[in-house]
């Protein structure tokens, strides 16, 4: 049974540049949730996605959009990077439906530099 | 959204108990209390989930008191391995929920 995955590990771009991140969320699990977390800091909520609509969203500008996917897997892409969108991306994903705690399985991670 | 407050940073030595405590005084009445640890350059990963009272699993122990307005995560007989970083969050566990990470507690086990 597969966690999260991401990809890619690492990606190095320049300011003004596009990025796209993706993800594929835990077996059986239909929401994406994507997370920001700068060096030394804790995760900070981007947005999250069902049914391949964006039904939360954190305190984050327009430039950082989502897309999910029918099967699920999501992306995040950030336009016009700056150099303050370096961080570790995180993706994680849950089943709401499910009984017990809930909780959110993330993935590894995406880490971003901006040059 | 309820704010929580925990410890920058803690010491303890291998085979200590550990007690995180973390503050969340505008808890909402459907909103419960959630733990993650994290280890460098990995996603964090669920320890414990609460309402009230205490709850119990394999890795940790989670004390709520009645006002709910703090609660204790409880790290028996720590090892090395436990050195990380531990997050309380407070939201409500329904769809479309918005998870909130503070600054989180660096745990540091010594030998």
């Known amino acids: 049974d597969a966690g999260v995955t991401q990809s890619p590990t690492h990606l190095i771009k320049t300011r003004g540049q596009q990025v796209t991140l993706r993800c594929s969320p835990k077996?059986?699990?239909?929401?994406v949730s994507w997370y920001q977390q700068a060096l030394g800091q804790g995760p900070q909520f981007i947005f999250q996605?069902?049914?391949?609509?964006?039904?939360q969203r954190g305190n984050f500008p327009d430039r950082f959009s989502g897309h999910q996917f029918p099967n699920y897997s999501s992306e995040l892409n950030v336009n016009a990077l700056l150099l303050g969108d370096s961080a570790l991306y995180l993706c994680?994903?849950?089943?709401?439906?499910?009984?017990?705690?809930?909780?959110?399985?993330f993935g590894p991670g995406t880490r971003l530099t901006v040059t | 959204l309820a704010k929580t407050t925990q410890p920058i940073s803690m010491d303890s030595y291998e085979g200590q108990e550990v007690n995180i405590t973390c503050s969340h005084n505008?808890?909402?009445?459907?909103?419960?209390i959630t733990w993650y640890q994290q280890f460098p350059s990995q996603g964090p990963r669920f320890i414990i989930q609460?309402?009230?009272t205490k709850v119990t699993n394999e890795v940790a122990s989670l004390f709520i008191p009645a006002d709910r307005k703090s609660s204790t995560l409880s790290l028996p007989r720590v090892s090395l391995s436990d050195t990380a970083v531990y997050y309380c969050?407070?939201?409500?566990?329904?769809?479309?929920?918005?998870?909130?990470f503070g600054s989180g507690t660096k745990l540091n086990v010594k030998p």
């Open positions: 077996s059986g699990h239909d929401t």
């Open positions: 996605y069902y049914e391949e609509e964006e039904r």
């Open positions: 505008n808890i909402a009445t459907n909103d419960y």
């Open positions: 609460g309402y009230k």
């Open positions: 969050l407070v939201g409500a566990t329904s769809y479309f929920n918005k998870f909130y």
């Open positions: 994680a994903s849950s089943d709401p439906v499910g009984t017990g705690p809930y909780e959110q399985y």
